[in-house]
């Protein structure tokens, strides 16, 4: 099992970015009223921002870092590690996060490489992260995650459209003794790689003019073609509500912490009645479970620090505090953490300006 | 688990159903939108309250509030 605690890693600061442009699903007429007001209450999502097109997640995740770099004082030379979490790079080649290392000014000895996952990336990473952080006594990292997934949303699909709102964050890290260690539990179940997919695009159905491009009707209210993202709710829900709860038991038992020693559970952002629905399984105080959906919708990644930056921005920054992560979805992936942190630098929710 | 109980807290988790309008006998699409979207409030309302797991299938099988109570009945006692 991968199970395991990780010491002498410290969250320093938190930041997070998002596009201006701002989508209501009020305003969403590819479904009647009645069904949009169902929708919305049920996944939960009022607005969400999305990106230009040209406009890239690491842009939104390079504004976010530079603006906590500077809040943190931390010198551009320091950073000796730097990783991108996403499934939204700016090319099929090279990865990301190399081009990210020039356009910071990260020295040429900083480590930088990619990670491709969504729902479960920002708990995976910070897993990666804290891990080499810790055997390779690396001083202070760069954790950058999110995705721009309206850019591959059908508008005629009822059952991905209104739930996804693009975002980009960035986590700093250091290295210090005596601080709790984090502990994770991470998991896998390939045989659900369908369930959240885009089919084309990639080497196993390379991009062509005779599938990629086409719309095809996929049910009521549900068209789209190979490049949009394909979801299959009721398995993902399934799935969801089958596994979340024993892990996050597991990693609470393993860290030897109850329920009521955690101060507050950040979910990924999936949709309200998934994450309410895990809330109730875990019996779970609905003060201790904060919510961005709302206001941004399911933003991959990006959701568990972009809740963080939104909702309990004050109460990072003066306090002292012992989390529970989860993030669960795509891969099918998904994995917990706890971890404490004391006094971070974290920024107001930052809007992106285009730089020309 | 009986029956009255189930009924009574499904109609309380669909805002929609007046309470006492369910019946056993009663098919289920008459009185609310069996959609995807109801489909998925009632997958969470009895994995929360009974700790089930159902499918899309054997949703879209049961017809009568009954035959939804003895799929949830029969998998709450092979636990």
């Known amino acids: ?356 | 688990m009986n029956i009255t109980d189930f009924i009574k807290k499904v109609e309380e988790e669909f805002e929609d159903l007046k309470s006492g309008s369910l019946k056993p006998e009663v098919a289920l699409r008459e009185y609310f939108t069996w959609d995807s979207i109801n489909a998925l409030i009632f997958l969470a309302h009895v994995n929360v309250e009974y700790d089930v797991e159902l499918t899309a299938q054997e949703l879209i099988q049961a017809i009568t509030v009954q035959d939804l109570y003895n799929i949830v009945e029969t998998k709450v006692n092979i636990k």
């Open chain 1, 1 to 356: 099992m991968a199970i395991f605690s990780i010491p002498d890693i410290k969250v320093s600061g938190i930041s997070a970015c998002v596009p201006e442009k701002e989508y209501n699903n009020n305003d969403y007429d590819w479904i009647s009223e009645k069904d949009r007001e169902i929708l919305i209450k049920t996944i939960g999502v009022e607005k969400k921002r999305y990106a230009d097109k040209g406009t890239t997640t690491a842009d939104l995740c390079f504004v976010a870092a530079n603006k906590l770099l500077d809040d943190l004082k931390w010198d551009r030379d320091e950073i000796q590690l730097l990783i991108f979490v996403s499934q939204s790079r700016d090319y099929l080649i090279p990865a990301t996060a190399g081009i990210l290392q020039e356009k910071f000014g990260f020295p040429k000895t900083c480590m930088a490489f990619d990670i491709s996952l969504g729902c479960s990336g920002y708990v995976y990473g910070l897993s990666v992260i804290g891990s080499l952080m810790s055997t390779g006594r690396i001083k202070k990292a760069l954790l950058l995650s999110g995705d721009i997934s309206t850019l591959n949303t059908s508008f005629k699909d009822k059952s991905a459209f209104p739930l996804f709102g693009d975002a980009g964050t960035a986590t700093a890290l250091e290295l210090k003794e005596n601080v709790p260690k984090m502990t994770f539990n991470l998991q896998t179940d390939g045989k659900g790689y369908k369930a959240i997919i885009i089919p084309d695009g990639g080497i196993r159905n390379f991009a062509n003019k005779e599938t990629s491009f086409e719309y095809k009707k996929i049910d009521e209210g549900i068209y789209r073609n190979n490049f949009n993202i394909a979801l299959n709710g009721v398995d993902v829900f399934n799935f969801s509500l089958r596994e979340v709860r024993p892990n996050i038991k597991k990693t609470l038992e393993f860290a030897s912490q109850t329920i009521e020693d955690i101060d507050y559970y950040v979910f990924h952002q999936a949709n309200k009645l998934m994450n309410e629905t895990i809330r109730r399984q875990l019996r779970l105080p609905e003060e201790k479970v904060p919510y961005s959906l709302k206001d941004y919708g399911n933003t991959s990644s990006a959701s568990i620090p972009l809740t963080i930056v939104t909702k309990l921005n004050e109460v990072v920054k003066n306090k002292k505090i012992k989390f529970l992560f989860s993030g669960f979805g795509v891969g099918l992936s998904w994995g917990s953490v706890i971890l404490e942190t004391e006094n971070i630098v974290c920024p107001e929710i930052i809007t992106y300006q285009k730089i020309d």
